[in-house]
């Protein structure tokens, strides 16, 4: 697959640089701040923050236009803001609020991006392979987090606390994924049928997800996992600085490790070739959130390092699976809606969640952001888990329907989504065991 082979090899260049500027990034917070929790909180919020605006926008532009295009465009943007933190810090004219400012630019960017990306993956690939390059996209994504945190703390060290040099590296990298859009193969992308401009689609794409109980249950648990548990850019920043009282090396060595355990999630969850179980989401959600307790409760910097790396796993491990969950479950011509939808509910919550684990972060101690969020998401899955038990919407195992209720897989093509939402809510659901039979399209329960 030539144009998946340029993109995936892009996309490794580009995503270090992107590491090297959020420790950077979060290294000059830490710095022009005087170490406040809540300010790191903040930038992460104004970062995050647009998706909640632009990403359902940026999800109709991908299902109507040209999502290799789009990317051209919103790359090189992104490549231009970075090059502008960059050169505000070389120069010495920085101030706190230039970074915030900076990131809410990013964030409305990467809020349009995200999604075109995301479906552009099944373009390049086709539905047969989609789950493997899901899952090898999200490997390349944690060897990026695995050299790009590294190599920003060793370049920050070396160049005596100036992030400049970070900045200006990331910038060049946008260069890549550039070169290699623009080097594809037209002929072998899989093109989505093209959605004709037209009033209500942002209404038709959420009765789409109100037909599917099973889209709900993963935008469910990316919610609360994203707003409370992925928050590790916060509450390692702090643990280093704050409690370990060390600096940008430690910090960087600290996010290399959670950048291992992911990596390693993530070339786990490449064995998966067919869409995941939903008990299966419950349960890793369920796993991360303990590993993060357990993590907040380590009492030396280096016990602390050595659970970073089954925690990254247990993080990625769960992205990945919630992630192909929902692109396995979704017709091609919602599926820039639907993962624009997806993706506000896992990254839409950060504006709540990173100044909240922040401010907790500040007043109870660095430890406790780990401690309560990781709290939060295990009682999440738990009640999620115990709500479904009881057969509400979506039944976890086909035994735990009543004898009188008979499961089947219904032969007809899928229906509009229109009609799909008109259905009566008893007219019976596709259990997880029918879900995962062979031959069945994408795997969609209703």
């Known amino acids: ?68 295009r789009m990317l051209l465009a919103t790359q090189a943007v992104m490549g231009v803001l970075a090059l502008g933190l960059a050169v505000l810090v070389a120069t010495g004219g920085i101030a706190l609020w230039h970074v915030f400012a900076l990131a809410l630019g990013l964030g409305v960017v990467s809020a349009l991006d995200t999604p075109a990306r995301q479906a552009f993956v099944s373009e390049m690939v086709g539905p047969a392979n989609l789950a493997n390059a899901v899952s090898l996209n999200s490997t390349v994504f944690n060897g990026a987090r695995l050299i790009g945190p590294a190599a920003a703390g060793g370049l920050i060290a070396v160049s005596g606390g100036d992030t400049a040099p970070a ?126 307790v357990v993590a907040g409760l380590m009492p030396t910097y280096w016990s602390f390092a050595l659970l970073l790396v089954p925690t990254g796993a247990a993080a990625l491990v769960f992205s990945v699976a919630c992630n192909s969950f929902v692109q396995l479950g979704v017709e091609p011509q919602f599926r820039g809606r639907i993962l624009a939808l997806y993706f506000m509910c896992f990254m839409g919550g950060t504006p709540i969640g990173a100044p909240a684990i922040g401010w907790v972060s500040e007043h109870l101690g660095a430890p406790w952001g780990l401690i309560s969020g990781g709290v939060v998401v295990v009682v999440a899955a738990v009640v999620a888990g115990a709500v479904l038990s009881r057969g509400r ?18 032969p007809l093509p899928a229906a509009p989504a229109q009609a799909v939402a008109a259905r009566p809510a008893v007219a019976g659901v596709v259990s997880e065991a029918d879900a995962e039979a062979p031959g069945e399209q994408v795997g969609r329960s209703r």
């Open 393 to 410: 919407h979506v039944r976890l195992e086909a035994h735990v329907a009543p004898p009188s209720v008979h499961l089947h897989v219904d």
């Open 167 to 292: 900045f200006f590296v990331n910038a060049a990298s946008f260069a890549a994924t550039i070169v290699a859009l623009s080097l594809m193969r037209d002929a072998e992308l899989q093109h989505s049928p093209p959605v004709a401009r037209s009033r209500g689609q942002l209404r038709e794409a959420l009765a789409y997800t109100r037909a599917h109980p099973d889209l709900q249950l993963a935008m469910l648990l990316a919610f609360v996992v994203g707003t409370f548990g992925f928050n590790s850019q916060i509450t390692i920043a702090l643990m280093a600085r704050e409690v370990f009282g060390l600096g940008a090396g430690a910090f960087g060595l600290l996010s290399t490790m959670y950048a291992v355990g992911s990596l390693s999630g993530a070339l786990l969850s490449t064995r998966r070739s067919r869409r995941p179980l939903q008990r299966f989401l419950l349960l890793a959600a369920i796993a991360f959130g303990v590993l993060l």
């Open 1 to 68: 697959m030539h144009n998946f082979r340029l993109f995936v090899s892009a996309n490794l260049v580009s995503l270090t640089g992107t590491w090297m500027q959020r420790i950077g990034q979060d290294w000059l917070v830490l710095q022009l701040s005087g170490g406040s929790g809540v300010a790191l909180g903040a930038i992460t919020a104004l970062q995050f923050g647009p998706t909640l605006v632009f990403s359902f926008y940026g999800g109709v532009l991908a299902d109507r236009y040209d999502k290799r």
